[in-house]
């Protein structure tokens, strides 16, 4: 069965600083990976898509890794804003339709100020 | 560019009320399009997706449909609402399954 594990499950830091998410999962086969932000009460929005081939892809302050050997992802954000503040969800997908997706149950971040 | 809408964006309804849901995609054509819901806690659950219109695949069995009437209309109905739907509900669209989706803003339902 797919299954994919964030953590931390939740992580409060200061303003300004950095922070990285992590993302495990047993999706078989593999096809890529995707990270949403998803603001309270609003749909997620993508920020990034990556291929098996794709070690790090880059958007903004945000830049995610991808080791698909050991499948394992992170994501990375620098410099940190308050209205980074919000869920973040890792989906890795596996092919064929939609059911090849496995969404992740999301880290929630805060960052105060 | 490409715009989704949902409708409404809350609603309260009663024990055993119908429901209808609806999302409108707007700049592209022949979108694959999906409904999800979110539960607290949960991660997102694929209800339904549409690669075409009268095409539906049900992923969950419940007391849920869905129909695509038009090739950028998608609608989440029921005949008799429980209590276990309360929850977001999502529409989502992408050019192919392979591709990123793109996200509605969500009706939040609550059944009381």
Redesign the interface.
């Known amino acids: 069965k797919n299954q ?1 594990e964030q953590s931390p499950q939740s992580l409060i830091i200061l303003e300004g600083k950095n922070c990285t998410l992590q993302c495990n999962y047993t999706v078989s086969p593999f ?2 990976l ?1 990270w ?1 932000k998803q603001d309270t ?6 920020l990034t ?1 990556m291929t098996f081939s794709e070690n790090t892809k880059s958007n903004g302050r945000y830049t995610a890794t991808l080791d698909a050997d050991t499948k394992q992802s992170s994501l990375h954000i620098t410099a940190s804003q308050l209205s980074d503040s919000a869920s973040y ?1 890792c989906v890795p ?1 596996s ?12 880290t929630h971040l805060i960052i105060q100020p | 560019s490409q715009t989704i809408h949902q409708w409404p964006a809350t609603l309260v309804q009663p024990v055993g009320s119908p429901l209808s849901l609806e999302c409108t995609v707007e700049g592209t054509s022949n979108p694959n399009l999906y409904w999800y819901r979110q539960a607290a806690g949960r991660g997102l659950q694929l209800l339904f997706y549409s690669v075409g219109i009268g095409q539906i695949s049900s992923e969950v069995p419940q007391n849920l449909s869905a129909s695509r009437p038009q090739d950028r209309q998608f609608i989440l109905s029921s005949k008799k609402l429980l209590l276990s739907d309360s929850g977001f509900y999502l529409c989502a669209w992408s050019v192919g399954a392979q591709e990123t989706q793109y996200f509605g803003p969500g009706t939040r339902l609550l059944v009381l």
Do not use: Q
Not at chain 1, 41 to 46: A, D, I, K, L
């Open positions: 994919v096809s890529n995707r949403y009460g609003r749909g997620p929005v993508s898509i969800i997908y092919g064929g339709g939609a059911d090849g997706l496995t969404f992740g149950k999301g």
